[in-house]
């Protein structure tokens, strides 16, 4: 294992993200901030609690998830398709480094920035809504689990795109529509009973449930099935990559 090379890959995306700290960082942060002051003040001051818990309080676990999901899948996909867009993907090639220490360094950062902004999101939280975190090392676990996942999935998005299109697709097309309608907002027990089972299909359900029992000891969906669930998305997606450079794919331009 050339460690020299994961921590160098690692530093320079860590590098790129301090570089465009207002695109990376900042932009998120506020986003998220005005979901905040439109439903958790504007709207949620005129409804009542959800489970026990005030409305502003309760999405936020929805609103880290999405952030998270579409940043660590956006960080990865980018980390990688910039170099072979650019044409610097040579240094990488032509570098004693394999396809382990490239998948750990650039998804070890994408990662890294996805927790951090996680993180971030939730100090931001605190100006807006009074919150209690009921299991504090199973949220940072959460976290951290689905983090990994879901760069690990855009790291396999960036090694496919073969244009800037094809980077958004996923992200927008397909994991802000399933995070919206995973219970971001409201808990799947206030749908109908039909609604209620379609939503087990939507597998961002079990993440965003599984988040928020860390939050406030409570879930949509039992917290072994949703823990279950992000380990075994884990799980493909290493085994994906594993499988998409035993076949013979290589880096290339």
Known sequence: MNWHAVKAI????????????????????????????????????????????????????????????????????????????????????????????????????????????????????????????????AMVLFLVLTAVSFSLFGFIIGLWATDFQKLQIIPLMVMTPLTFLGGAFYSIDMLPPVWQKIALFNPVVYLISGFRWSFFGQSDVDVVVSFAAIIGFLVVCLAAVRAIFRSGWRLKA
Do not use: C, Q
């Open 10 to 137: 690692y530093r320079f995306e860590m590098a790129r993200t301090f570089r465009t700290i207002g695109e990376s960082i900042l932009s998120p942060v506020l986003t998220t901030s005005l979901y905040f002051v439109v439903f958790g003040a504007a709207i949620g001051a005129r409804m009542g609690e959800v489970g026990g818990v005030s409305y502003g309080a309760f999405i936020i676990p929805g609103l880290i998830m999405l952030s998270l999901l579409n940043e660590s899948i956006s960080n990865a996909a980018f980390g990688i398709y910039m170099p072979k867009w650019a044409g610097t993907i040579f240094e990488l090639l032509s570098a004693p480094v394999g396809w382990v220490e490239a998948v750990l360094g650039y998804v070890g950062a994408a990662a890294s920035k996805s927790v951090m902004l996680g993180l971030l999101i939730l100090v931001t939280a605190r100006f807006f809504v009074d919150y209690e975190i009921a299991h504090p090392l």
